[in-house]
């Protein structure tokens, strides 16, 4: 099981490179993947970045060699102090301010963790949100510990049939060529907690994950003994069956508290991103009854060390579990929680109406002492939302805050403007990142060389997107058709909208297609031609996503729209940052009031790409009128179909009249002063307001210390 091979193999010299590649670490420090990329470039690339495949499928040799060579040792030497310096820090921002409070770690729940595409356990925003937390949280010096799932075949890859439609292609992933470790149990057992499904019980085996100096042990039910279903049951992410969701849910939850515990992590702080993971409130209720406590006090003392982040005002994104579901699985877990049937259900009901349905939100609500939306205008939406919970209070009494979301910088930010950075604020930037005076400082950086760099960036966008359908069609996979819908024509000079995140109706991702007739006058002008550039997953069962895919790809292969229209492919991190590094112009258009946050906005705006938004999630927060731009008022219409036609004229005449002339209005070295000066202005507003330091630093003050006694200031 352990590679030791992998280990023995690597030359005394240079054997730490069996820790840096278990370390996600490497992936945010900036010259941390030169060390791999300078090891052997071409299987750095065919390796998809993944330093574990790679090392694996060196030959000794090479290796040999690289633990000779001068110029990899300098590179490595450097790397290997800076990844000790981080993982010994002691000076931390946490250690200076709260750690003599926390006599344990925050545990932090999640069904997902985006930590690098190598690691495909993320579907969307939830994963990356809870990645750039751990990794946030191992810079600050936080300790917090994460639970999550390994999934051998994570979420789906995207392929488009020659017809345009999705189709979900699972890989297995090799876990030996995957940056985690086992965890054995003190016996040196693989199995490390059991959990009751229905009419049996389950064994857990748990891998660990290292993100800087934070842990994620992450739970998998293939373990022998277990059945061959129930080995299946941690293969994949997002079921759309109720029993394999709710049988996650219990492993997550419950099971994650018992992993825990027999782990020997006490955390001080327990932390549910989103519902799924709600359960672990029951096992924590459980114990204290277990030990003596009255039910009543019990429950207190669960809420009074329990954090709930709710993501999605949708109604769908809330799991809801039929009351025959929750009998067969729960019949027997409620006794040990001294309860009768109808007040266990109870737990999982907003309101005393006695509806029907076990709502996973409602009862992280009510095991919780603290909760929070994810942006002030999602705050109110979920303040609305769950108000029948507390009938009494007035919405303003609601106990739901908000912590707006942020991004982590390191991971998102591009190298040539962390070079940027270090030229123009010194080496320490990471540590003044959440300092909005700090960075006025890069105002006055000549417009010239930020153009420069961000020309850069998109031309490294249109040669991966050009790489990329040229080796699909190398492989033989695609007609030359779908070649041309995959970007083969884009033009690196012209001004190039991006809109990429999950295909879902609230978000409209065709909403630009409104009116093709307006949009082909658009895109089609010899003088000033504009290109989109679209990417993004489907879940499998969302019919009405897919057909937005479908009609996206019908547009882009429609001769009139000259090439100018293209879907990416298999959207994931690492287009992600591509996408958000090298486009001029970063589109996002959701049914206002149903996007919670949204993150890939603050992507595009550190890193000089303006937004166009509706007022929706952050970008109410983060729209100054100077860093970008508003489609559409902050208030609604009538109808969506009202909407629609308001918001999409609202895109149409920002295109025409202000964006466009602003794009092209270059002076003779092809620099567009007016322009460059909203980009200085996004970077300088957008990063302090919205990096993940600002995030968890809040996190810590106004949820975490709380709890563990100390006075929130
Ligand atoms: C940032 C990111 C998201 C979230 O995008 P939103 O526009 O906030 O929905 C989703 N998927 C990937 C791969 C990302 O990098």
Known sequence: MLDNTLSSRLPERINRLYELAHNIWWSWHPRGRDVFRSLDYPLWRSSGHNPVKQLSEMTGGKLLAAAEDPAFLAVYDSVMASFDEAMQKSDTWFAGSYQKDFQGPIAYFSMEFALHSSLPIYAGGLGILAGDICKEASDLGLPLVGIGFMYPQGYFHQHLNADGWQEEIYQQLSFQEAPIRPVLSAEGQRSIAQVRLANRSLSLAVWLVKVGRVSI??????????T???????ARLYSSDPELRIQQEIVLGIGGVRVLRALGIQPVVWHANEGHSAFMGLERLREKIEDGKSFESALSAVQSNTVFTTHTP?????????????DKYFADYWPSLGLEREKFLALGRPDSRGQAGFNMTALAINTSLKRNAVSRLHE???????????????????????????????????YELVEL???YLGKHWPEKQDDPDFWKKLLDVPDKEIW????????????????RAQQRWLDGEVTAQQVLTMGALLNSHALTIGFSRRFTGYKRPALILYDTERLKKIVNNPWRPVQIIFSGKSHPADLSGKYSIHNVCRIARDRAFQGRVAFIEDYDMHLARYL?????LWLNNPLRLLEASGTSGMKAGINGVLNMSVRDGWWEEGYNGRNGFAVGANWESASSVEQDKEDAESIYRLLEDK??????EQDRSGVPHEWVKMVKESIVSIMPNFCASRMVKEYTEKLYYPLVGGNHK
């Open 314 to 326: 949708v109604p769908s994104g809330h799991d809801v579990f039929s009351p025959e579901i929750m």
């Open 659 to 664: 964006i466009i002339p602003l794009y092209y």
């Open 228 to 234: 061959a279903e129930d080995r299946q049951l941690s």
């Open 421 to 423: 950075f270090e030229k």
């Open 380 to 414: 109110m939406e979920t303040r609305k939302m769950w108000q029948p919970v507390w009938p009494e209070l007035s919405l303003e009494q609601v106990p739901i805050t908000y912590v707006t979301n942020g991004i982590h910088v390191p991971t998102w930010i591009s």
């Open 452 to 467: 420069m760099i961000h020309r850069a960036l998109k031309s490294n966008l249109m040669e991966v997107i050009v790489g």
């Open 580 to 584: 958000t590094q090298g486009v001029d």
């Open 217 to 226: 042990y992450l739970l998998d039910t293939d373990v022998e003994g277990n």
